[in-house]
Structure formats: structure tokens, C-alpha cells
């Protein structure tokens, strides 16, 4: 059974496309609350989304991107925006494939089931899962996830990627602006205190390990993580 994570504002569309994706045996959700889509999304971790372009207070273009984030979950876009460049767009800000209303229910389904195979199924490549693991604590960043002993938490992208950039350089320290090129693109623009945020989240996730002090920060200079959980477990 597969999740499907419906985006629609117009109820009586949602409610039909709800009907048949139950009726194929997968389960399906439909957002409620517009404001906050992404936490329904982290909630919901479905394995597709079913995204409106026009919804209230942000559109499907913001929450596509505030998805991207965090996921590679696919996302299949539906409009009344028959435009060329509305679909273009729609690709340019994360979706997967897109589909103007009126559709026919049965060519929604066809398109999630092409998405599945791709995905998860027949068509998916088959590629061995990346896992960095340093004294224990081991990282499986296509999942997002931060393992030690039998406790995991789940990361966002960037903590992902900070998390990563300090695994591969356990116990050594790492420049700020070494972390800052991994972390966005062009970092001459980026905020200071942006590599901050993401460090104090971090810590917090490294803390519902367990480990709250792992993470150093070396004065002016960059950050290191040290291998406590080691220290603790040889007392």
C-alpha cells in the first residue's frame, strides 16, 4: 500500500481523487490546514503528492519547493493552467510531471502508477543505499536519517548535509566556509547566522541521541565532531 498526500483545496475534487486511489488500495490524505503543508507532508511521509497549483495564502509552486527540502518524494502537479510556461515552471520548481483539469480520474491514476514504478517499483534503479558511519554513529543520507545504537532521528536536508561534511571528517575540525560551499551554492550572499540555525538544529537532533555535546564548535574557525558516545560506551 502506497501513500498518496492530496493538496487540493477545491473539496469535492480532493474527495474524488481520494475515492480512487483508495479504490487501487492505497491510502490517501488530504491536506486541510493551507498553512502548513510541509508539516503535513513530514507527518504524512507519503510516497506521493498530489499538488494544486492555486491554493490560499502560498501556492503549489512554494510548498513544491519547501517539499524539495527535505524529499525527493515525487510531485504531480494539477492546474486549471493549461500554459506552456505554467508547466514549465512546475518542472523548474521541483514537480514531476503535471496534469491540467479537467482530467479524466482514470489518467490521475495512470500518472501515479507511472510514478511508483519509477520510483519504487520496476523502473526504479537499482543503486546500493550510501551509509557513513563513524564509531557507531552511522548516516544514511538518501533517507535523511542518523542512527547510534537503537535511537535514529530524521534530518532536513541541509542537517543532512552538515551532518555528512562532519562525518567524512570525524574528530578533525571543518572551516566555516568549507561547510558553507557544501550548504548553498553561492554563500558570499548567505546570512551568518544561517550556518548557526542549522548547527544549533543539529545539535538538538544529536541531543535526541543522546550525544548533546558532540558537536564543537572551535571559535572563529569552523566545527568538529567529536566522538564521545565512544568515551562514554569504554567508561
Not at 566555516?176 to 548553498?184: A, D, F, G, P, Y
Not at 558537536?215 to 569552523?222: D, F, H, S
Amino acid at each position: 500500500m502506497y501513500k498518496i498526500l492530496i493538496v487540493e483545496d477545491d473539496p469535492k475534487i480532493a474527495e474524488l481523487l481520494k475515492s480512487y486511489i483508495e479504490k487501487y488500495g492505497n491510502e490517501a490524505i488530504i491536506v486541510g490546514d493551507f498553512q502548513n503543508v510541509l508539516n503535513a507532508f513530514q507527518h504524512v511521509q507519503p510516497h506521493i503528492v498530489l499538488m494544486d497549483i492555486n491554493l490560499p495564502s502560498f501556492d503549489g509552486f512554494y510548498w513544491c519547493r519547501q517539499i524539495r527540502t527535505v524529499s525527493t518524494c515525487p510531485v504531480i502537479f494539477l492546474s486549471a493552467r493549461s500554459g506552456e510556461m505554467d508547466q514549465v515552471y512546475a518542472i523548474e520548481n521541483g514537480g514531476d510531471d503535471y496534469l491540467t483539469k479537467p482530467f479524466h480520474y482514470e489518467v490521475v491514476m495512470a500518472k501515479i502508477r507511472s510514478q511508483l514504478r519509477r520510483v519504487y517499483g520496476d523502473y526504479a534503479v537499482a543503486t546500493a543505499e550510501r551509509v557513513i558511519e563513524k564509531a557507531g554513529l552511522t548516516l544514511y543520507p538518501e533517507r535523511m536519517e542518523l542512527h547510534l545504537n537503537s535511537k535514529s532521528v530524521e534530518l532536513t536536508k541541509k542537517e543532512m548535509i552538515l551532518t555528512e561534511t562532519l562525518l567524512k571528517k570525524f574528530e578533525k575540525l571543518v572551516s566555516r566556509e568549507s561547510i558553507l560551499e557544501k550548504l548553498w551554492d553561492d554563500y558570499a550572499y548567505v546570512d551568518d547566522n544561517a550556518l548557526s540555525v542549522n548547527v544549533t538544529r543539529l545539535r538538538k537532533k544529536l541531543a535526541e541521541l543522546g550525544i548533546a555535546d558532540a558537536l564543537e564548535t572551535v571559535r572563529g574557525t569552523g566545527y568538529r565532531l567529536i566522538g564521545i558516545w565512544e568515551q562514554e560506551g569504554k567508561q
